[in-house]
Every structure is written in C-alpha cells, then in structure tokens.
C-alpha cells in the first residue's frame, strides 16, 4: 500500500495533544492505523509535549484543593452511553475497517443516491463530526459540492480522483469550505470510505439546488 496523501501537521497535533472531537480522532486514527510515517510524527509529536512538561515549572496548588477533589469524589458518576455491540458476522463484508472502529455498533447501509450509499457508525458519546461509512459504486462521478465544514476521508478500498490528484487505500483527503469536490470513483471497483464530516454538504450549480433538499449527509 503506496500512501500519497496524509492528514495537515495541525490535525496529527491535535491526535497527539487529545484536543480533536470524537468524530475527527477515529478518522486521524483510522489513518493512523496503515501508515508509519504518521505514527512516527504523532510518536515524536507526545515526546516533544511530554518534554515540555516535565521541564515546566510546578505551580502552587490552591490551599482548598484536596478538599474539592474530595468533595466530588461522593458525586454520582455519569455513565457512558451503553451502545450494543455490532451482531457477529454483521461486518464480514467490511474486512478493510480497523478493529478499533468494529467495537462502535454500525447500522446498516442507507441508500442516499444512485451508485451511492451510507451506513453511520454510532459513536459511544456526542461528536459534532459524524462518522459514517461511504460507498461508491465504480465510476459514480460525485456531484461537485463544497461544505460547510470540515470532511475527512480515509480510503479503506477502491480509489477515487479529483482535482488535488489520486487517492487510493490509506489515503486521506481533507474537504472543507474552500474546496471544490469534483471527485469520479475509479472505474472497476467499488470505493469504500471512512468519512469524518463535520457540518453539511453544499452541493453546486442547478441540479445541486434540485436534489440538496433530498440529501440526508
Ligand atoms: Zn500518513
């Protein structure tokens, strides 16, 4: 697997730092899982943070502050979502996805457009990015469109172009509102991607206009 295009410097910075939302560390860490160039950047990435904290200077706690922590040691512990877990088998047809990704309960695929289909993967707690799953059928040219916010994809199969190049398994693309999406699916393979989206999609030009309302991404 020849990986062409990997995540901006800013977002393996905030993998290391755990500053990202939910949604965006599953695809940086999704990314994460096939290529070692960038595990290695997020390695040197903690040790320099870690550096700089050990050479920071202490700072005084407050004289009440064991008395805080122990005060909120009697409070109720809120508990995580209970997510059931994906039924066995229910994603053999997705041999690609990371292991750590087949924990969270994934439904089932949702048609969105001809060529076109979606299944959401259910997050354990509140992100505002949405991760789901996307599925192109071989040749499918996807509307040009832009969004509103942020898009992460990681290629987990197939391959796809547009006009910043070549995108294959492992790769990653980062759409956002300056961006025209102008993306053709490689002809002879389905495409499978993992996408992190945060906002919505704009679709461009008059046929855009027609079927936006229509479109539930
Ligand atoms: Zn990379």
Not at 145 to 171: I, N, S
């Amino acid at each position: 697997m020849t990986i062409r295009h990997h995540p901006p410097d800013d977002f393996l910075t905030g993998f290391a730092a755990g500053t990202l939302d939910l949604g965006q560390h599953v695809a940086i860490a999704t990314h994460l899982t096939g290529c070692s160039r960038c595990r290695r950047t997020v390695r040197l990435m903690e040790h320099v943070g870690g550096s700089v904290l050990a050479e920071m200077q202490p700072t005084p706690m407050s004289d009440d502050a064991l008395a805080r922590v122990e005060a909120r040691m009697d409070q109720p512990v809120m508990p995580a979502a209970r997510i059931a877990p994906p039924r066995p088998g229910a994603l053999d047809d997705l041999p690609e996805l990371p292991a750590f990704v087949r924990r969270y309960a994934v439904s089932s695929w949702k048609w969105i457009a001809p060529g076109l289909r979606f299944r959401p993967i259910q997050l354990p707690t509140d992100s505002p990015t949405r991760v789901f799953l996307l599925q192109s059928a071989p040749g499918t040219a996807m509307l040009d469109h832009t969004h509103t916010g942020q898009e992460m994809t990681c290629v987990l199969r197939g391959g796809f172009q547009h006009r910043a190049g070549q995108y294959g398994p492992g790769d990653f693309d980062l759409g956002d509102s300056s961006r025209h999406h102008d993306v053709v699916v490689d002809a002879g393979e389905a495409c499978l991607c993992l996408v992190a989206m945060h906002g919505k999609l704009r679709l461009s030009g008059l046929l855009g206009a027609i079927v936006q309302p229509f479109l539930r991404l």
